[in-house]
């Protein structure tokens, strides 16, 4: 039976207090030593998608934690990550090695003496293909070259909603940052994605002992990026991801089946793990003690919270809904759509196969007069384009319609910063701050 641990940290959190939450998770489990052996390498993967700090990326106190405890079994820690090819090229514009730096983990690894290393490094993905042989939709896959040197490796999560990862982005999701960021893992966030990250543990799923949920600061809504803080002061730790995911998914309001929360449901009736939690032995803190419903997240792009946006959906699928929603909340950071309401201008988007895009020439002008037009992703693109060429044929209607490319479009700072230009907003110190790579 799997066994999933749960400890409270002791408010207000310190690195001591989050220690001894950690180690009594593990003790519970049956202490490190079941987990690891003297000698041997351990790969400690935190959650490091983006520069921001917990709940969007792992507590580095946590990763501490497990750090000392895999270093006093007599083991050889390596803390290792890659940030997103989305934070390296379309968002923030940083490396992995300055997303570490800027939230901690070179100055915390260096204290405690311990090696810390990108996957990636000057643009490279040091990666390795692997063969998957039971693999449901991809049967070989590029990972970190690292991940097959080491003996054992152990997740550490930050327990979030996710609105494209598949309801949470836990214990499975989270060995999606050891695919090769530049190639693999950039074509798979389509919406197959949920069956891929399963396929992409297979691999090392016998070394993946070990998972530790940083739940002391957690996210709820839309996850992974813009979702809201909620404090819940946990650790949740299992010998087991996919136990360890199912009972986090319990914790904030999830049941099995799992339906919505693709990565759990597949990896259980595929036999990565348990995901019943009739099937798991939760242990430490009651589980009806610290559940607590968190707001999910959604990619449906609902008006009011995003006032003045249309979509416009023709046969669509979440994903590209998912990346016109992380450009919004883009824009939304830097107070924008009070500017689209003092200008009484709209943002429509056409996304999907077949969107019906109006034909005539007079009825396009007419929604350019009230705003911004945006044909959002491949499907849109491909589809409306003989429409769209008679348009854009027009001198004076270019500036009024924007064409992104991708399936899905991941450049959301271009695009946000995109719009402001096309509706004669300035990109003030604010949006570049918001922005962080706003490309020229
Ligand atoms: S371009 Fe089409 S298939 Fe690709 S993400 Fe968008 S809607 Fe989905």
Redesign the pocket.
């Known amino acids: 039976m799997s066994r999933v641990a749960i400890s409270r940290v002791l408010t207000p959190p310190d690195e001591d207090k989050v220690f001894d939450a950690v180690k009594k998770a593990i003790d519970k489990l049956g202490g490190i030593e079941r987990f690891i052996k003297p000698g041997e390498k351990v790969l400690i993967k935190p959650n490091l998608v983006s520069p921001r700090p917990p709940p969007v990326t792992t507590d580095p106190r946590v990763v501490r934690a497990i750090t000392l405890l895999v270093k006093e079994a007599k083991a050889k820690p390596i803390i290792a990550e890659s940030a997103s090819a989305m934070t390296y090229w379309w968002r923030e514009g940083m490396t992995t090695r300055q997303v570490m730096e800027l939230l901690g983990y070179i100055d915390m690894a260096r204290s405690i003496g311990v090696e810390i290393t990108p996957f990636d490094e000057d643009g490279k993905f040091r990666s390795v293909k692997v063969k998957i042989p039971n693999g449901i939709l991809i049967k070989e896959i590029e990972i970190a070259e690292l991940i097959t040197k080491v003996d054992k490796i152990i997740g550490v999560p930050v327990l979030k909603t996710s609105m494209e990862g598949g309801g949470i982005t836990g214990c499975i999701k989270l060995m999606h940052g050891v695919t090769n960021t530049f190639t693999d893992r950039l074509r798979w966030h389509?919406?197959d994605l949920w069956y891929k990250i399963v396929d992409e543990i297979r691999p090392f799923r016998d070394k993946y002992v070990l998972c530790v949920f940083d739940a002391i600061k957690c996210m709820e809504g839309d996850g992974p990026i813009h979702g809201d803080p909620v404090d819940m002061n946990l650790i949740i730790a299992g010998d087991d991801p996919v136990a360890t995911d199912a009972i986090a998914a319990k914790i904030i309001g999830y049941e099995y089946p799992h339906y919505e929360i693709g990565p759990i449901a597949i990896a259980h009736v595929t036999g990565l793990g348990v995901g019943d939690p009739a099937n798991i032995e939760v242990v430490g803190e009651k589980l009806e003690n610290v559940r607590r419903r968190f707001r999910f997240a959604s990619c449906e792009i609902v008006e009011s919270y995003f006032p003045g946006v249309h979509v416009i959906d023709g046969a669509?699928?979440r994903?590209?809904k998912a990346w016109i929603k992380f450009t919004l909340y883009m824009l939304k950071d830097t107070g924008f759509f009070e500017d689209l309401k003092k200008m009484g201008k709209k943002l429509y988007f056409f996304?999907?196969?077949n969107t019906p895009i109006p034909q005539d020439l007079d009825r396009i002008r007419e929604l350019m007069d009230k705003g911004l037009v945006i044909i959002f992703?491949?499907?849109a693109v491909s589809t409306t384009g003989r429409e769209l060429y008679w348009v854009l044929a027009q001198g004076e209607l270019r500036d009024g319609v924007m064409l992104i490319h991708g399936?899905?479009p991941f450049a959301v700072s271009e695009y946000a910063a995109e719009i402001r230009r096309k509706l004669g907003l300035e990109i003030t110190e604010r949006e570049v701050e918001a922005f962080k790579y706003v490309p020229t």
């Open positions: 389509r919406s669509t699928c994903t590209c996304v999907g196969l992703g491949e499907c399936c899905p």
